[in-house]
Every structure is written in C-alpha cells, then in structure tokens.
C-alpha cells in the first residue's frame, strides 16, 4: 500500500485558485493510479480528478473539468490538484487516494477501488 498526506487546503475566494499537494510513501506509488476526491457537509463523497500511472490519462468529473488540473510526480512520489476558478460549491475536505493494483491506464470514479487514502485537507471558497 501507499501512505499519503495532502496539504495545500484554505480559506480562498471565488474566482481564486488554489493548489492541493499529495505526498505519498511506499514502493508502489509509481505503478498506482491516483485520485482526488472531496466530500462537503452532508454529502456523500465524490470522485473529482483521477490519474492512471502508465501511458498518463486523466479524468475529471464534469463539475471539475476546464478547472480543475490533476498532475503527478514520480521523482518526487507526490500528486497534485490545481483548483482554479474557485466556486463556493468546491468546498469540500479534499481526499488523496491510490490504487495500486490496476492496469497502467485505469482510473476508477468508485471510491471503493482504491486502497489507500489520505487525511484529508479542508478547501474553503468563500463567495
């Protein structure tokens, strides 16, 4: 498995732009796909952005997509979220996830397909 901590989360206002940082530890991070997921007040968490670890995809959910920007380092084993164009519907406390046992181009949306996860960061968007 992968150990993972985020960072990067605050306070910004709409319109703003904000960049989460995922650090991961462990031998599998490069052979693993990673995702971003959030989850706000009352809500069920949600898939935001996803990147496989070989032939590099990526995949937004629509809510996302044209802003939001997910990238990663295999030199550095971290994974990044930019979040640009801020809207206060973003916030949400921000999960890094891996998997690691899937093909090299394989993203899952299903929270329930990645076996490692993160504490959680807090993105806050104020209108």
């Known amino acids: 498995q992968v150990q993972l901590v985020e960072s990067g989360g605050g306070l910004v206002q709409a319109g703003d732009s904000l960049r989460l940082s995922c650090a991961a530890s462990?031998?599998?991070?490069?052979?693993?796909?990673m995702g971003w997921f959030r989850q706000a007040p009352g809500k069920e968490r949600e898939f935001v952005a996803g990147i496989s670890w070989g032939e590099i995809n990526t995949y937004y959910a629509d809510s996302v997509k044209g802003r939001f920007t997910i990238s990663r380092d295999n030199a550095k084993n971290t994974v990044s979220l930019q979040i640009d164009s801020a809207k206060p519907e973003d916030t949400a406390v921000y999960y890094c996830?891996?998997?690691?046992?899937?093909?090299?181009?394989?993203?899952?949306?299903?929270?329930?397909?990645?076996?490692?996860w993160g504490q959680g960061t807090q993105v806050t968007v104020s209108s």
């Open positions: 462990g031998r599998t991070f490069s052979r693993s796909a």
């Open positions: 996830a891996a998997d690691s046992d899937d093909s090299p181009r394989t993203i899952w949306t299903t929270a329930a397909r990645y076996d490692s």
